[in-house]
């Protein structure tokens, strides 16, 4: 897009980190004076989302290094998740104030795409520390400010995890400042692994051999998941099953690629923790008339590939019932579209449920998740949510939702154009 915005007029001598990201900025944004950071989560969906957050783990971490010698400093210390979207915003207690007259609080979207060009956006959007200074920012209104961000990794896969960022004046972009946020991160990333690692002693301790391989591995599969990256865990005992064809199980420390039939299995004994009959089972699991032996079956390897990987979450017999609980994805999803708490749901909802299952009740689940969300999200009227709804694969031929997109995103935005060419080829 030509730079034709007045604003660009002002910064002859752009920075061509800068002027890339103002480039990216109005990809989304109609112009400076339109970006406006929207809010993400309310008090009581932000305090659950960040409970839940790795990065909550090291935020005594960052305290230490960078909360508590801020205060009084006029400077913001901010941690946002891998979209940009803040989780804390603490420090002096007057730079507070100010920064949220520009949104600058916990809550928020300051992603590239909502708030244009900032450190914490930017820096997620290179995947690299970046600083920005004054009028390089995209939004008139945050000019007064400048910030350094520097991006926190997963120091096993390497994926993106989230932002640290030093917000002020001009102190914020000091000589020594980003020496400062890398090796607060630093410090951050390594408290990551050692508290795995001790995970990992103490489960050796209790009698498990630990894993022979990194403690988040790296999926590679066919299906819906292909060409993803590295696989993401939930940061506990879990089931992901949202948009793969097998499922991924995390449990002590590490992840494992079970088979179609045994993530059927483990689905529908992890959502009804009561336990469930051998009848129960097949009815779930396999076509109308199939024998009680092939559950049984099914349930001998599954034993063993359990007590080969996490002895502790071995099932019990009549009922077959999980020992413990095993948080499953779409089961989260549906936990928080019946709070409400849709835009929760939509951010850890990846696809449909394994999508080439044919068992009766993952069927079940993967037609009445789908449907709840996209009730929810289309009965939000937030164009953003409604985009985002629409990056999934069940919403690429969803007329309904792309003219619902279309009403809600105002007339002169830029991203008018993509949704107006998806429906015409929709309509052809």
Known sequence: MPLTHPFFSALPEMRPLVRDSWRRSLDTITSPEHAAPPLVWEDAQLQEFRRNHPLAAVMPVIQALLVVPSHDTGLLIAVGDEHGRLLWVEGDSAARTHGEKINFASGMDWSEAAAGTSAPGTALALGRPVQIVGEEHFNPAVHSWSCTAVPVHDPDSGGLLGVVDITGGP???????????????????????????????????????????????????????????????????????????????????????????????????????????????????????????????????????????????????????LPRTLVVDAGQVLSYLDRGAHRLALNIYKGAVLPRSEAPAVSELRTRTGLLLREAILNDASPEVVLAYLKLPEAADDAEAWHSALRLLPQRSPRRAAVVAHLESLEH
């Open 171 to 321: 102190e914020a972009v000091g000589a020594n400042t980003l020496s400062l946020v890398q090796a607060t991160v630093a410090a951050a990333e390594a408290q990551l692994r050692i508290q795995r690692l001790e995970r990992l002693a103490a489960a050796s301790r209790n009698g498990r051999p630990g894993p022979t391989r990194s403690i988040y591995t790296r999926s590679t599969q066919s299906g819906a998941n292909a060409g993803n990256g590295p696989a993401k865990s939930l940061y506990r005992d879990s089931l992901q099953i949202l948009g793969r064809d097998q499922g991924l199980l995390h449990v002590a420390g590490e992840a494992v690629t079970l088979s179609e039939r045994h993530t059927e299995i483990l689905t529908m004994l992890a959502m009804h923790p009561a336990g469930l009959s051998a009848d129960q089972l097949t009815d779930m699991v396999y076509p109308e008339g199939t024998s009680l032996t092939s559950i049984r079956a099914e349930m001998v390897r599954l034993r063993k590939l359990l007590l080969k990987h996490t002895p502790s979450l071995v099932p019990e017999s009549r009922p077959y019932r």
